[in-house]
């Protein structure tokens, strides 16, 4: 995309400049249980983090690099997220599948596809964060920084492309798009955090997640004092 488009993306978007900042590796493996329930001492209470964005969107890549890593890196044991690649787009049903309108145009289109195949592949929630918040902060070549960031993660991609080139990649999205449009209320902003599954006080959520976490959490790990 020329440098004209990538300034009409973050003009679109209306947010600040991001910073990039790195992501360091974890070794946390997720529990297999769901989100424990409050009060229930014999789990570790975790709080359910779903993030709804789209891949070129500016206050997308912020929430997730300065927002979300931080959050996982802190309380990676109080933390389960979802991430759901879809935003504003719109799904069209034809003959031979899906397409999609984005609301960055078809570049987006093709990065949030990359992104679904992603969060289908590595399961790894560490990894899965690491890989995402790479792609994110460069995303205007969307096949090139998937290969890029696979390379600095030493990671196979060939699963992730072969995805994204396929019928697969779409209904992924498509499906990403029948969970975004069905939250209620609906999104009128982009990226929209739900904290188990509750979409209340979003400006507060978006600027300080780790806080809102630990205000979930019953007995607060030293990562929130």
Do not use: W
Not at 174 to 194: C, D, Q, R
């Amino acid at each position: 995309m020329a440098n004209n488009d990538a300034a009409d993306v973050n003009q679109k978007c209306q947010c600040c400049p991001v910073l990039s900042v790195p992501i360091q590796p974890c070794e946390v493996k997720q529990a297999a249980e769901e989100v424990a329930g409050k009060g229930d001492t014999s789990k570790t209470q975790k709080v359910l983090v779903t993030v709804y964005y789209e891949a070129l969107c500016p206050d997308s890549r912020s929430f997730v690099v300065k927002q979300l890593v931080p959050t996982f890196q802190t309380l990676p044991q109080n933390v389960l997220i979802e991430l759901v690649p879809y935003g504003k787009a719109k799904t069209v049903k034809t003959d031979n599948g899906y397409e999609f309108e984005c609301q960055h145009g078809p570049i987006e289109c093709q990065a949030n596809i990359i992104h679904a195949c992603t969060i289908n592949i590595i399961k790894d929630p560490s990894l899965q964060l690491q890989y995402i918040s790479c792609m994110i902060q460069n995303n205007i070549k969307p096949v090139d920084i998937m290969q890029t960031c696979a390379e600095q993660m030493e990671l196979d991609y060939q699963q992730i492309q072969e995805c994204s080139d396929d019928a697969k990649g779409k209904n992924l999205l498509a499906m990403y798009g029948e969970m975004t449009h069905a939250l209620k209320p609906g999104v009128s902003f982009i990226p929209t955090v739900t904290l188990d599954k509750n979409s209340d006080n979003q400006p507060a959520i978006l600027k300080n997640l780790l806080h809102q976490v630990c205000l979930l959490l019953n007995s607060p790990p030293p990562g929130c004092i």
